[in-house]
């Protein structure tokens, strides 16, 4: 059975790493590097965890992932001080009652490390796709053939999986049923640590929502740095403002909650996440079309944490493998 997985974040890693002893899987990537928003960007001697701050654990098969001996390397435990800022407002401690899990030394090794058995083509979109009598053909965006398969899973945000199984795919309308927000990440270079009493802060009623010492995080021994995520109702509204609009904005909320001056930045770049937090689910773990023979999975099926696009890529696997053996 061959199967293309376009997409290579945790889901369609966590789809492949349970399937490829029984199958042959290729997956397709169209950035540099695997792991969707568990992403780290390094400039210089600087490092930021621009995407998914940590991922929580909470069911037994990715516990015992992160638990086996060749992934355990790769994964740490994060216990920050965090506190909730609003202006105006006394700060308050904020309590995590469950752990929460970083990549370690990036949000990129756990990623990797799924990467390393399976076949991924980075730097690879699929644009299109026709159906023959031997199967799915993909086409990259320079209209190059990518293969031909049996079966098509895609590991992308909703709106990316609708806009290539368009109405090819039988769950059409429950794609097109998922919200997902945008988030801009706000990365500084400073000089020197932050004198923060707190290494992650939550903030309300700004434009800021998050903000994260990423040094004080397992593994990271790069030089100071900050980590800025703005609330996903901000990002709505200037969602397709110029970066530099975004970027001075973000900074004068920063500087409003927190006491840092401009003189302490040495640099500031910006990413925008147009798809990443979901705001409605789907309500299953995977969608799949066995006439078709296509499949989607992703943490916009069944929720909005990271765990939950693993359990949708491994729930996929599994009903994949059935097929396999009834085959």
Request: charged share 25%; glycine share 6%.
């Amino acid at each position: 059975m061959r199967i293309a997985v376009v997409g290579a974040g945790l889901a369609g890693l966590s789809f492949a790493h349970f399937l490829h002893h029984k199958a042959e899987l290729t997956l397709f990537e169209k950035s540099r590097g695997v792991g969707g928003r568990l992403a780290t960007r390094r400039s210089d001697d600087y490092q930021f965890d621009h995407g998914a701050q940590f991922f929580t654990c909470r069911s037994d098969i990715l516990q015992a992932l992160i638990d086996d001996k060749d992934f355990s390397s790769d994964v740490s435990i994060w216990s920050p001080k965090v506190i909730t800022l609003s202006r105006g407002e006394k700060p308050f401690k904020r309590d995590w009652f469950e752990p929460h899990y970083v990549g370690n030394p990036t949000m990129t090794s756990l990623p990797k490390r799924l990467a390393q058995d399976v076949d991924v083509q980075l730097q690879t979109r699929v644009e299109e796709m026709s159906k023959s009598d031997d199967g799915w053909q993909l086409f990259a965006e320079t209209g190059a053939s990518l293969g031909t398969f049996d079966w098509v899973a895609a590991a992308m945000p909703a709106p990316q999986t609708n806009a290539l199984f368009q109405d090819q795919f039988a769950h059409q309308a429950l794609i097109e049923s998922a919200v997902i927000s945008p988030c801009f990440a706000l990365m500084l270079k400073l000089r020197d640590a932050p004198e923060f009493n707190f290494d992650a802060a939550v903030v309300r009623e700004s434009p800021v929502a998050w903000i994260a010492n990423n040094c004080s995080k397992p593994g990271r021994n790069a030089a100071p740095s900050l980590l800025i995520h703005s609330s996903n109702d901000w990002a709505k509204e200037h969602l397709e403002d110029s970066q530099d609009e975004i970027q001075a904005a973000l900074l004068s909320a920063l500087m409003d909650i927190v006491p840092l001056q401009t003189s302490e930045i040495v640099d500031a770049s910006l990413h925008r996440w147009r798809y990443a937090k979901v705001e409605t689910e789907v309500g299953e773990d995977f969608l799949i079309d066995e006439s078709a023979k296509l499949a989607a999975i992703g943490d916009w099926c069944s929720g909005n944490r990271a765990e939950d696009a693993f359990l949708s890529g491994a729930a996929l696997a599994r009903h994949m493998h059935s097929l396999a053996f009834a085959d």
